[in-house]
C-alpha cells in the first residue's frame, strides 16, 4: 500500500486523512487490476470517484472556512478533475473485458491523485497549516 511522502502531507488532519483514503482506494483498484480481477473496477471505481467529490466538497469548504483568497480557482480546478473522472469510470467499465484498459486505468488514476495534491493542494498548504482548523 501506498503512502503519502512527508513532504506532500498538508499537515491538517482533514485533508490528510482524505488523501491517505484516496491513496487507499486507488491501491485497492491497483491491486484488483494487478490479480486479474479487473471486473471488480466497476465497482469500486465508482465508490473512490464518490469519495473523490465528497473530499472536494469539504476541502473547498474548508477552504473558505479559513478565508482562502483563490478558492475559486480551487474549485474551477476540482471542476476539471470531474471531467478526468468521467474518463476513469469509462477506463472501468472496459477493464474487466480489456486488461489495457486496466493498466491505462491504473495510470490515470495516479495522476489523478496526483493532479489533487501536487499540483493544486500543496499551493494553499502554508495558508491552512498556519490557521486553527
Do not use: W
Not at 482524505?18 to 490479480?35: R, W
Not at 476513469?88 to 480489456?98: F, H, K
Amino acid at each position: 500500500m501506498s503512502e503519502l511522502s512527508k513532504s506532500f502531507e498538508m499537515e491538517c488532519e482533514i485533508l490528510d486523512r482524505d488523501h491517505q483514503e484516496l491513496m487507499q482506494q486507488i491501491d485497492k483498484i491497483a491491486a484488483v487490476i494487478d490479480g486479474n480481477d479487473d471486473g471488480r473496477c466497476a465497482k469500486l471505481t465508482p465508490e473512490m470517484i464518490k469519495f473523490a467529490k465528497q473530499h472536494f466538497t469539504r476541502e473547498e469548504a474548508l477552504l473558505i472556512k479559513v478565508g482562502y483568497p483563490d478558492v475559486k480557482k480551487h474549485a474551477a480546478h476540482h471542476q476539471n478533475l470531474d471531467h478526468k473522472m468521467e474518463t476513469i469510470l469509462e477506463l472501468a467499465a472496459m477493464a474487466g473485458e480489456n486488461s489495457l484498459a486496466g493498466e491505462k486505468l491504473k495510470s490515470a488514476l495516479k495522476f489523478f491523485l496526483a493532479d489533487d495534491i501536487i499540483d493544486a493542494d500543496l499551493d494553499f498548504k502554508s495558508f491552512v497549516k498556519d490557521r486553527d482548523i
